[in-house]
């Protein structure tokens, strides 16, 4: 119940807190202070606003020297570029969405180097080099062009190349032949196929006089000795070209099989196989055959030679002199005798008769030379799988059946001609009518979303937007607000509202609570004057409540304040 004692007010001056503190009560003094912690608020607002929107780095070049990375370093600079270093320190990070064009730049500028001095280092010769020195920067200089090239491969990320080229000498036997070292430094995941090393192996021995393929040592980064001579494609081995000749002759006879069987069966009710035995060795036969021997007579003279002699039997006689050694007297007629001298005679001359006969006949031969040559068809074998026939009848009802023998006699016939069947060869084929299983059903696992790659990433960028948001906020709101707001005096204005709707809601209370009671208390004062009285009471009653708290909690403050008091009486 209200009574006009209520309204007694007190006139004694609030005790103001800047007052107890010490703070200075000239009102510049406050704005100056409220400016700079308004400025201090926001300049901390801007740096979490600058933090948040740093740009994300990506790597430029990695694992360069360092006078390329002393280039890239000031080219970055002279084009304005924001650069940083890895964690490592072996790669150069610009921002992700500078990479490309940076790349660009840097690439008309030859950067990169690569560490790799070409035949560009014969341009700086100085006069009076010597011949040594000359030699010396002929060598790095064709090592340097050596690993360029070899660079360009694509699995091959850097190159370096070794040449020992000995001094020429004028005694042959003390020739040396020049000798190669390639180190490759490859691209993570990628390897080299033989082909591709040994176009490396024939590269470097073409480009250095009389190096042989032999002399060249090719490793990766691994200490792989890729140049072994065992796994060069030798009389033992398949060459890669000839497995790919293998796969494509298999894949062509599958293709012919089921391009004739298709339109006959279906496309998705036929599946064949086929493999081929291919002789890739080479043989060359040389054959020299005779006739066996015939007579004589049956048979062709090519030469006969005759010789026939006859010496008669002159004995010497006389006496040995010069009479013996002259020339003989006039021939006279012999007397030829009868009976057992005649004989005698006769047989004596008969014994001294001498003949000789050769004849040599031509002899029938056939030389035959054979060479195979490689890639000899020797066997092929086919499988062929028919799926079961479908056939719909006049309900619309779907049924399947099995190939009767006279349609897969059929189909055999067809593959047999498309295949190239051949029984003295050996070929087989095998053709089965059997029902296809059905599709098997792929389950795919769910991942969650809270699992996918894409969806941590995405929450993790929103979640940093969040925070930033939220922290800005939190500054606003909370400091940086109510800080203009006592600048511009907004704060006095809202609690003098406040005030005065809190009293006016006090005051219809009261006149309710009166109205209740039958009107036996009676306020004698005027509206105005009560709610001034109300106003006053109430910054009384905050102020005392105020001093009361202050002095709880720091009684030496309240001390130096009545000091303060009894000191200027």
């Known amino acids: 119940m209200a009574t006009a004692e209520n309204t007694i007010l007190d006139t004694t001056p609030a005790v103001e807190l800047p007052r107890f503190l010490g703070l200075p009560q000239t009102p510049g003094v406050r704005t100056a202070l409220l400016s700079a912690g308004a400025a201090l608020i926001l300049a901390i607002m801007v740096g979490i606003w600058l933090w948040s929107q740093q740009p994300d780095y990506r790597v430029l070049f990695s694992n360069f020297n360092d006078k390329d990375g002393g280039a890239i370093v000031a080219s970055l600079q002279q084009m304005n570029v924001p650069y940083k270093y890895s964690d490592s320190g072996t790669a150069i990070l610009v921002p992700a969405n500078q990479v490309h064009d940076a790349r660009l730049k840097l690439a008309t500028q030859g950067l990169p180097k690569g560490g790799n001095v070409g035949f560009e280092l014969m341009e700086n010769q100085k006069l009076g080099v010597s011949q040594f020195l000359e030699q010396v920067n002929f060598q790095r200089a064709l090592e340097g062009e050596l690993a360029k090239t070899i660079q360009s491969v694509s699995s091959v990320q850097a190159a370096r190349v070794h040449l020992a080229i000995p001094k020429p000498n004028v005694f042959v036997r003390d020739q040396q032949n020049p000798t190669a070292s390639v180190l490759l430094n490859l691209y993570p995941g990628r390897i080299l196929d033989q082909a591709q090393v040994n176009a490396i192996l024939h590269l470097v021995a073409s480009s250095v006089p009389e190096l042989s393929i032999k002399n060249v040592s090719i490793v990766d980064q691994n200490g ?57 060795s080479r043989s060359e036969q040389a054959a020299e055959s005779y006739r066996p021997n015939s007579p004589p007579e049956a048979s062709t003279i090519r030469s006969q030679q005759t010789s026939e002699s006859y010496n008669k039997n002159n004995n010497p006689s006389g006496i040995p002199g010069a009479l013996s050694n002259q020339p003989p007297a006039p021939a006279t007629a012999p007397i030829v005798g009868t009976g057992q001298n005649a004989t005698a005679s006769a047989a004596s001359n008969a014994a001294l008769l001498q003949k000789d006969a050769t004849i040599n006949y031509e002899v029938d031969k056939t030389v035959r030379y054979t060479q195979q040559n490689m890639g000899g068809v020797k066997r092929i074998s086919v499988a062929i799988v028919l799926n079961y026939k479908t056939e719909t009848d006049k309900s619309g009802k779907v049924t399947t059946r099995a190939l009767t023998d006279v349609e897969k006699n059929e189909i055999t016939n067809l593959a047999k001609e498309a295949m190239g069947f051949n029984k003295e060869r050996g070929d087989t084929l095998n053709v089965v009518n059997s029902p296809f299983a059905g599709p098997e059903k792929e389950t795919i696992l769910e991942v969650p979303l809270w699992k996918q790659p894409d969806n941590i990433a995405l929450a993790k960028e929103l979640g940093k937007y969040a925070l930033v948001a939220a922290v800005l906020a939190y500054l606003f709101f909370g400091y940086l607000k109510p800080i203009l707001y006592k600048i511009m005096g907004k704060d006095q204005e809202a609690e003098k509202e406040k005030q005065e709707q809190a009293e006016k809601e006090r005051i219809e209370a009261e006149e309710k609570a009166a109205e209740e009671d039958g009107g036996a208390t009676v306020v004698n004062l005027s509206s105005e004057e009560a709610m001034q009285a109300v106003k006053q009471s109430q910054s009384y009653e905050m102020n005392l409540e105020m001093a009361r708290t202050l002095a709880k909690d720091d009684p030496r403050i309240v001390a130096n304040v009545i000091k303060t008091w009894v000191n200027n009486e």
């Open 224 to 280: 792989n000795l890729l140049s072994d001579p065992n796994k060069q494609s030798g009389s033992n081995n398949l060459d890669p070209a000839q497995i790919k000749y293998v796969q494509d002759f298999q894949d062509n006879i599958v293709k012919r099989v089921e391009s004739i069987i298709t339109p006959i069966v279906g496309k998705s009710n036929v599946r064949a196989e086929a493999t081929a035995d291919i002789d890739f």
